[in-house]
Antibody, heavy 121, light 111 residues
Framework: QLLESGGGLVQPGGSLRLSCAASGFTFSNYAMSWVRQAPGKGLECVSAVSGSGGSRYYADSLKGRFTISRDNSKNTVSLQMNSLRADDTAIYYC????????????????WGRGTLVTVSS | QSALTQPASVSGSPGQSITISCTGTSSDVGGYNSVSWYQQHPGKAPKLMIYEVTNRPSGVSNRFSGSKSGNTASLTISGLQAEDEADYYCSSYTSISTLEVFGTGTKVTVL
């Protein structure tokens, strides 16, 4: 299973770090992602990282504000979010990909319950 | 990269079959066999229903099936049941963006 934490209320321009703890599978064998859903809206994959952590990917719209990382010794994946804006308000889901690489592996076979990030003054 | 186009809503009576479409371009749906479908009940996390156009994960009912023709992928739910009432999203690899693109989402209502 996947369990997210770290969400909350943050002011515009602020920072927040989300974490996801994984269990029940060999964590380092799978790429991981963060997918967000704004209130009443659809899904958007914002970042992905390969099983080794050596390859990282970001949505084009983020413009370098977010950084994904993983610690295979602790079975965790994190998302550091900086310069937050109101349109970053969303539920952020941790999602597991089906193979160790991101490329050629374009679906999510396990999702966490999500953590809510609210950016507001 | 624009979202893939899905109908806003689809409805059907119990026992009927419904089909949800997901329209993209040759840069995404039409060009690759990387379409997946997710079911999301209110307040819950999405659940993978179909991957790589036609494949069903273990544990997913065989009432769910996927297909593709040209730039449009489809999810068919046969023998519609009350528990199928949910939002459904398609997703596809795209050669235009770094990460996959999702559809606009379809609300399925069981009458």
């Amino acid at each position: 299973q996947l369990l997210e934490s770290g969400g909350g209320l943050v002011q515009p321009g602020g920072s927040l770090r989300l974490s996801c703890a994984a269990s029940g599978f060999t964590f380092s064998n799978y790429a991981m992602s963060w997918v967000r859903q704004a209130p009443g809206k659809g899904l958007e994959c914002v970042s992905a990282v390969s099983g080794s952590g050596g390859s990282r990917y970001y949505a084009d719209s983020l413009k370098g504000r977010f950084t994904i990382s993983r610690d295979n010794s602790k079975n965790t994946v994190s998302l550091q979010m900086n310069s937050l804006r109101a349109d970053d308000t969303a539920i952020y889901y941790c999602a597991k990909r089906a193979r160790i690489t991101v490329t050629g592996n374009w679906y999510f076979d396990l999702w966490g319950r999500g953590t809510l990030v609210t950016v507001s003054s | 990269q624009s979202a893939l186009t899905q109908p806003a809503s689809v409805s059907g009576s119990p026992g009927q079959s419904i089909t949800i479409s997901c329209t993209g371009t040759s840069s995404d749906v039409g060009g690759y066999n990387s379409v997946s479908w997710y079911q999301q009940h209110p307040g819950k996390a999405p659940k993978l229903m179909i991957y790589e156009v036609t494949n069903r994960p273990s544990g997913v009912s065989n009432r769910f099936s996927g297909s593709k023709s040209g730039n449009t992928a489809s999810l068919t739910i046969s023998g519609l049941q009350a528990e199928d009432e949910a939002d459904y999203y398609c997703s596809s690899y795209t050669s235009i963006s770094t990460l996959e693109v999702f559809g606009t989402g379809t609300k399925v209502t069981v009458l």
